[in-house]
């Protein structure tokens, strides 16, 4: 008898994953002297935040979950870069007082998978695909993820059957990969709903593989795998293990859990209200840089592998290198494919396609125009899933082929340029789409300012937004919400303006207040306290209390010329030097500028490694002349790698 060996899909690897569920000691908890409960939840909330801010390594992320039913009470989740790094948490946790009231009830050891059953992704396992393309960089995501802002959590192992009718690792490879694509189709109808993560586990643990799913409303997971029971890769082929479903909290809210009380969301601000809840993310690249999901369940995510790596998910832009702390901030491509050329008239270009202003887009939006000699038909059915799929971002204005004049155009627009370099990567791996034209069409929108420290509503400021925009710079509008700061300079000692601080933030306590902070300038003997405020109204009344502070010599925007402050610049601990060496460098450039006056770097007296830069010049225009610098450009894209937060811009005068 002749034995035939399978050939098994190549596999890539990431990171090392954790899945930790515990159980807690009720009566040991109610027994315990109230000394030792509050020794417990402090260190155990020094524990989960250090985590969970990935603070002991480079590269990772963690979440805690809150278990529903009796198969746990906690779930503590960890992705990290070595099984060393997995080792030491667990080491830690198990040091801490509060795992002395616990008892491991399950783990799950695994490492984050994707493998080769297309000819793409054998592609990228091989490296022969291009690094820039939206396929690599969305494998790259599977491989890095991070954990999306969605409230529910379900966690399974399952294994591929080998029975004797239905052994998985008998059929031959073109079979699997058929099955594999199939079940693909199912969870693309999920996407923006359900985020999926699939780890691999043979060799590690019990089962082969992990399932980890997140969504806002339960029933959407629900819906998913009772629709994949019918598919012949579950049915047939698929064994399941016990299901753990939980809800995500805010490490701080340790005391809660323990107390039997509401829990917040880590994202959940101060009146409960969700920032990211059921909101697909503002742009491609948003989704994977953590501003909601970083990924859609778009293949079978009931099955092992994970192994559908289709081309329509512009979920960012990942580098070749581990993003960083809490799953990282992956930078954008640096520059745009030669082969798609900035035009002026892009409007006249997607008149020609048969797309006017006015009929099939309003307002302004920067667009893509791709010529092609494929069959107009044909190449509509590959784009519509795709489009689908872009319609989850709220920056998306209309991706469409259009059959004009004996030609076919594929056109995309977008309502930021980043936007649309992300989604370039996308469309230019579809067969046919290798070279176009783009630019900006049509006419803003008419953008008003906002408010206190925000531009003033002219047609000149809302083109200051959009040259920012378009370096990945909020002017004004972080997050779609206005930002309003004020600002005022003190030449109190440090000791008199925190204690008047304190005494701010207590009065302030709102739902609309976002910090006041004190910024130290250590080359000047004139310090800034400086008050963000959601609210335009609340913001302006505030503004009387702020003023009060001892020593204020000037409120920022008083005097001639015009001022911005660089806002958060949240650096990352290892990088603080190195950033403020570049701002040295870049200061004494600046010095060199015509209309430039002053430029200073102040740093928060609470976090040293978050800090604003102050900048006066002669006019808007000076300011504007470095904004459109290549080495403003080329510092906005270095920062992008060593700052934890979105660079942001604030205009004062």
Not at 102 to 125: C, L, M, N, P, Q
Not at 540 to 555: F, M, N, T, Y
Not at 579 to 607: I, K, S, W
Request: net charge negative.
């Amino acid at each position: 008898m002749t034995t035939e060996r399978r050939d098994a899909p190549p596999t890539a690897e990431g990171w090392y994953v954790l899945h930790d569920v515990r159980t807690i000691d009720w009566a040991g908890w109610a027994e315990a002297a109230q000394r030792t409960r509050d020794r417990a939840i402090e260190e155990g909330i020094e524990f989960l935040q250090s985590v969970t801010a990935v603070e002991d390594a480079d590269a990772g992320d963690s979440m805690v979950v809150s278990m529903l039913g009796h198969k746990g009470d906690l779930m503590i989740v960890h992705m990290r870069p070595t099984l060393a790094d997995i080792d030491e948490l667990e080491r830690r946790f198990e040091r801490t007082p509060l795992a002395s009231f616990t008892e491991r009830d399950r783990s799950f050891v695994s490492v984050t998978e994707a493998s080769g059953y297309s000819e793409r992704g054998r592609e990228f396992i091989e490296g022969d695909l291009d690094d820039d393309s939206g396929l690599a960089r969305y494998m790259r995501s599977r491989l890095y993820p991070e954990i999306p802002e969605k409230e529910h959590v379900c966690f399974y192992p399952m294994d591929k059957r080998r029975d004797p009718e239905y052994n998985w690792y008998d059929l031959p490879f073109e079979e699997r990969a058929e099955h594999m694509d199939a079940h693909g189709d199912i969870g693309r109808e999920y996407a923006g709903r359900v985020t999926q993560m699939i780890t691999g586990a043979i060799g590690m643990d019990d089962w082969e593989w992990g399932v980890t799913l997140y969504a806002d409303d339960m029933t959407d997971v629900k819906d998913l795998l009772y629709e994949m029971r019918f598919d012949p890769s579950s049915s047939k082929f698929a064994e399941f293990g016990p299901f753990w479903i939980g809800r995500r909290f805010d490490p701080a809210d340790l005391d809660a859990l323990l107390a039997g009380e509401l829990l917040s969301t880590p994202w959940e601000d101060a009146a409960g209200d969700h920032s990211g809840h059921g909101r697909p993310p503002a742009t491609p690249e948003d989704a994977a840089e953590g501003h909601g999901e970083n990924g859609h369940p778009h293949e079978d995510s009931e099955h092992s592998h994970g192994d559908d790596e289709s081309d329509d998910h512009p979920d960012g832009d990942e580098t070749d290198e581990h993003p960083s702390t809490g799953g990282g901030r992956p930078a954008t491509t640096d520059s745009w494919s030669e082969a798609i050329a900035e035009i002026d008239d892009v409007t006249a270009r997607l008149a020609t396609a048969g797309l006017h202003e006015g009929e099939d887009y309003t307002g302004e939006a920067y667009a893509l125009v791709f010529e092609t000699d494929r069959d107009a038909a044909d190449l509509a059915d590959e784009v519509e899933g795709l489009a689908s799929n872009f319609d989850h971002y709220d920056t998306h204005v209309t991706t469409a082929v259009r059959a004009s004049g004996g030609h076919t155009y594929l056109v995309s627009l977008w309502a930021t340029e980043d936007a649309a370099q992300t989604a370039s990567g996308f469309l230019t791996d579809l067969d046919g789409i290798d070279t176009g034209a783009r630019g900006w069409a049509g006419e803003p929108r008419g953008e008003t300012g906002d408010g206190a420290s925000g531009p003033a509503g002219t047609d000149e400021d809302t083109d200051i937004r959009s040259q920012l925009a378009n370096q990945g710079i909020y002017a004004g509008q972080p997050h779609g919400e206005d930002v309003y700061a004020l600002v005022v300079y003190s030449e109190a000692d440090l000791d008199r303006l925190r204690s008047a601080v304190e005494d701010l933030r207590a009065s302030f306590d709102g739902d609309d207040h976002v910090k006041t902070a004190v910024y130290d300038d250590p080359d000047d003997e004139v310090a800034a306290v400086v008050s963000l405020w959601a609210d335009e109204a609340a913001a302006q009344h505030a503004s009387g209390d702020l003023e009060s502070v001892p020593g204020v010599v000037r409120k920022a925007g008083e005097g001639e010329g015009f001022g911005t402050m660089g806002m958060f610049y949240t650096v990352k601990p290892d990088y603080r030097e190195a950033f403020v060496e570049t701002f040295g460098t870049v200061g004494e450039q600046l010095a060199t500028m015509d209309g430039h006056r002053e430029t200073a770097l102040l740093v928060n007296d609470d976090d040293e490694n978050d800090m604003f830069i102050a900048s006066r010049w002669d006019d808007r225009e000076d300011a504007m002349a470095f904004f459109r610098s290549d080495d403003f450009r080329e510092t906005v894209q270095w920062g992008r790698e060593i700052l934890a937060d979105t660079p942001r811009h604030v205009f004062l005068a």
